[in-house]
């Protein structure tokens, strides 16, 4: 079966940094689509940066373009976003989702999702 842990959330001041992490297993990482998405207090999970199977291509959503930067490493099924110039809208809870897609950024196309990581951003 897939399986996903999140881990690196935290609470941190504004203008500071996280390095989030995703660790899967139980399919081939490197065929599929991961993603970071986040769902605050009240609001809906929302889409936050994609990259597709092989790494070389890679989607933000506007608000945080130029300050988070998604990655992965098929060698150790593993999945990062490294996210700088935290600001306190960014407080979330933290998923990392698989596609069945070779690249998607459409919530509908994710399948299998991790159980989350709190980031929380001080101002």
């Known amino acids: 079966q897939v399986r996903m842990v999140e881990s690196g959330g935290g609470l941190v001041q504004a203008g500071g940094s996280l390095r989030l992490s995703c660790a899967a297993s139980g399919r081939t990482f490197s065929y599929y689509a991961m993603g970071w998405f986040r769902q605050a207090p009240g609001k809906e999970r929302e889409f936050v940066a994609a990259i597709s199977g092989g790494g070389g291509t890679t989607y933000y959503t506007d608000s945080v373009k130029g300050r988070f930067t998604i990655s992965r490493d098929n060698a150790k099924s593993t999945l990062y976003l490294q996210m700088n110039s935290l600001k306190p809208e960014d407080t979330a809870v933290y998923y990392c989702?698989?596609?069945?897609?070779?690249?998607?950024?459409?919530?509908?196309?994710?399948?299998?999702w991790g159980q989350g990581t709190q980031v929380t951003v001080s101002s």
């Open positions: 989702g698989g596609s069945n897609k070779w690249y998607s950024v459409l919530l509908k196309d994710y399948n299998y």
